[in-house]
């Protein structure tokens, strides 16, 4: 069983920035792609970045490139998602997921099998 905790979210100007940590339990975190998505209210959940387990190869929405970067420490279990220049439209609870594989890393929620509960993200003008 993997848990994952999301933490890092808060109320934020736009234009600023914040840091969200997905912390995970258990060995096995570190051997598979990760994610984070985003579901604001009213609209579906969506995929914001994604990583293989090594690292390599992020991806991104593209309403976030350029200004989201993931990253992991395998180390620590910790999958992070560094968020600049914060848009009103980023405003969403965030949830980190752990993916089925581990070098393949995809858009869709149905890749990911473990969820964290969600940190909320304000963005306010």
């Known amino acids: 069983q993997v848990q994952l905790v999301e933490s890092g979210g808060g109320l934020v100007q736009a234009g600023g920035s914040l840091r969200l940590s997905c912390a995970a339990s258990?060995?096995?975190?570190?051997?598979?792609?990760a994610g984070w998505f985003r579901q604001a209210p009213g609209k579906e959940r969506e995929f914001v970045a994604g990583m293989s387990w090594s690292g390599s190869a992020p991806l991104y929405a593209d309403s976030v490139k350029g200004r989201f970067t993931i990253s992991r420490d395998n180390a620590r279990n910790t999958v992070y998602l560094q968020m600049n220049s914060l848009k009103l439209e980023d405003t969403a609870v965030y949830y980190c997921?752990?993916?089925?594989?581990?070098?393949?890393?995809?858009?869709?929620?149905?890749?990911?099998?473990?969820w964290g509960q969600g940190t909320q993200v304000t963005v306010s003008s």
């Open positions: 997921a752990r993916g089925h594989t581990s070098v393949f890393v995809l858009a869709t929620a149905t890749a990911y099998d473990y």
């Open positions: 258990g060995r096995t975190f570190s051997d598979y792609s």
